[in-house]
T-cell receptor, first 112, second 111 residues
Framework: EADIYQTPRYLVIGTGKKITLECSQT?????MYWYQQDPGMELHLIHY???????EKGDLSSESTVSRIRTEHFPLTLESARPSHTSQYLC???????????FGQGTRLTVV | GEDVEQSLFLSVREGDSSVINCTYT??????LYWYKQEPGAGLQLLTY?????DMKQDQRLTVLLNKKDKHLSLRIADTQTGDSAIYFC???????????FGTGTSLTVIP
């Protein structure tokens, strides 16, 4: 059973607000990822991390930022939300061998 | 990035077999995966195959890998209405930085 949690599950906020999407895993995985999933289903990697104090941008340009101060925690922050940020955000983690990626339940963000 | 391609939609009748296909580009991939996503949920790993294998069977699921053609398929035997979901193929190249996902195939099972 995967132990990776995302909060909130659903969020509706106004334009210009600052928000942080939380992601935590209890498996001790070094690698963590944030994917953005558009309505057409495709997943796009926006950020990843190899471990504490490591963060990298993914293939899809994003106005969000991430931090990795603790192994188990990989929050994603939007400083000023816009309607174009409306999407589902999926967090995942994997061990150093990349045998598989475990996913959280996702956060569905709507910016109005 | 890598290209992982899937057809977008598949409809089958309950009890029939479903076959979902995927093509990928990186021949160095160590693992290839099938994930299932139900509405409003995250992705759940169904099965994966190591690149030196041709076939893997797990109950109703059969994965076939053709490394020469870089083609991966997932066969679901005796498809049930509960199998209706989006299925993602994914690869993990030996560079190991990330997982590359296909576009997803939406499977609809007709009762």
């Amino acid at each position: 059973e995967a132990d990776i949690y995302q909060t909130p599950r659903y969020l509706v906020i106004g334009t210009g607000k600052k928000i942080t999407l939380e992601c935590s895993q209890t498996m001790g995985h070094d690698k963590m990822y944030w994917y953005q999933q558009d309505p057409g289903m495709e997943l796009h990697l926006i950020h990843y991390s190899y471990g504490v104090n490591s963060t990298e941008k993914g293939d899809l340009s994003s106005e969000s930022t991430v931090s990795r101060i603790r192994t188990e925690h990989f929050p994603l922050t939007l400083e000023s939300a816009r309607p174009s940020h409306t999407s589902q955000y999926l967090c995942a983690s994997s061990d150093y061998k990349n045998t598989e990626a475990f996913f959280g339940q996702g956060t569905r963000l709507t910016v109005v | 990035g890598e290209d992982v391609e899937q057809s977008l939609f598949l409809s089958v009748r309950e009890g029939d077999s479903s076959v979902i296909n995927c093509t990928y580009t990186d021949s160095s991939s160590t693992y290839l995966y099938w994930y299932k996503q139900e509405p409003g949920a995250g992705l759940q790993l169904l099965t994966y195959i190591f690149s030196n294998m041709d076939m893997k069977q797990d109950q109703r699921l059969t994965v076939l890998l053709n490394k020469k053609d870089k083609h991966l398929s997932l066969r679901i035997a005796d498809t049930q209405t509960g199998d209706s979901a989006i299925y993602f193929c994914a690869e993990n190249p030996n560079t190991g930085n990330q997982f590359y996902f296909g576009t997803g195939t939406s499977l609809t099972v007709i009762p």
